[in-house]
Structures are given as structure tokens and as C-alpha cells.
């Protein structure tokens, strides 16, 4: 005990290192997706949107995947509706707004 009173400090900052690596441990939770809101467009249903976004995970896990996010009873949308989406995906979508020197208009 008198160990600690004289490296008190010491002792108090390695407490407050343990407190926030548990506190930085519990709050991070790695398999919670980032979501974005995507509006569907005239045409969109959930397979184009599993053709774009779902990268590597078949289409009918994405769509159930999307269905449970969003509470879907059936796998329709319409234009106009927002969607929940996973943005881990999205990086990779091409975007209109960028031209690349070969494009002609």
C-alpha cells in the first residue's frame, strides 16, 4: 500500500489507460455496418442494386440483408423510396460526376 501512495500517479495513470482501452474495447463494434441512405431511382429493384453494391456477397444474402435493414415484407421498392444501404461498398461505384479524358460527350 505505502508502494502505491508514493507512485500514485503512476498508479493512477495506468488505471486510467485500463478504464479507457475496456471502455474503447466495448464501445467499437467492428461488425457494425455504416449505413447510408441510397434513393431509388425510376427502374431500380433490389437484384440492380445487388448487381452494384453487394461487392462479394451473393445477391439473395445482400437483398435479405437489405429486406431486414429497411423491414421489407416483400422485395419491392418503388422510386422515390430511401434505402438503408452498408456504405462499405459503395466506394467502389462509379460515379457519373467524374469524366476521364477518354470520355466523349
Known sequence: MAYIRR????????TLVLIL????AL????????????KIEQGDTLWTLADEYSGNIPHHEW???????NKLNAP??????TLKVPDEHLDYVPDGN???ASDSE
Open 76 to 81: 419491392v421498392i418503388t422510386a422515390g423510396q
Open 63 to 69: 437483398i435479405d440483408g437489405i429486406m431486414k435493414e
Open 27 to 38: 464501445s467499437h463494434n467492428s461488425e457494425e455496418a455504416h449505413m447510408v441512405q441510397l
Open 7 to 14: 507512485n500514485s500517479f503512476v498508479f493512477l495513470f495506468f
Open 98 to 100: 467524374y469524366k476521364l
Open 21 to 24: 482501452s475496456f471502455y474503447s
